[in-house]
């Protein structure tokens, strides 16, 4: 019986780890962030279909704007990635952001998933998690300007 718990618990125990460890791999290589009758992510989403018809296991989150919570994904993976989506498609993959629709975002997204599927870029998603605002050096940079604003206008008296 003693056996038979223990094999029970030790069962139960590689299941668990298996589990999260297959959670954990199940995060997209690609993010999209788009809108309903744009025709930039139409254009895009033809060339991600594409692709999809070449890497069926290629793992893509698609992400309405006007869903909430996307604007603040979008905001937070725009601030981790240093750039500056301020329209759609915005589409985050390994490295880089591809905005907006174009021949040269065409081509950039495709050798962009090609590369990373070769090489095993981690997810979009594993950045923008571990991205933290920078508050502190903000305010130190606060500080420092407000002190030279007031030596400023102690100069001037």
Do not use: N
């Not at 999260?20 to 991600?48: N, S």
């Not at 329209?87 to 040269?104: E, H, L, S, Y």
């Not at 923008?128 to 420092?144: E, H, N």
């Amino acid at each position: 019986m003693r056996r038979r718990r223990w094999f029970s618990l030790l069962v139960g125990l590689i299941v668990l780890v298996v589990g999260a460890v297959a959670a954990h791999g199940a995060d997209p290589l690609v993010v999209v962030f788009r809108e309903e009758g744009c025709p930039d992510c139409a254009r895009m989403q033809t060339v991600l279909d594409g692709i999809l018809a070449e890497h069926p296991d290629l793992a893509i989150a698609y992400h309405e704007i006007s869903e909430p919570g996307a604007s603040d994904l979008l905001w937070r993976m725009s601030l981790a990635y240093g750039a500056l989506a301020t329209r759609v498609p915005a589409i985050f993959v390994g490295d880089r952001v591809i905005i907006g629709a174009g021949r040269a975002e065409e081509l950039t997204l495709r050798e962009t998933i090609e590369g990373c599927l070769a090489a095993a870029c981690p997810s979009p998603m594993v950045r923008a998690q571990g991205f933290v605002f920078p508050w502190r050096d903000l305010l130190i940079v606060g500080a420092f300007v407000g002190l030279l604003v007031v030596f400023l206008l102690l100069q001037g008296l």
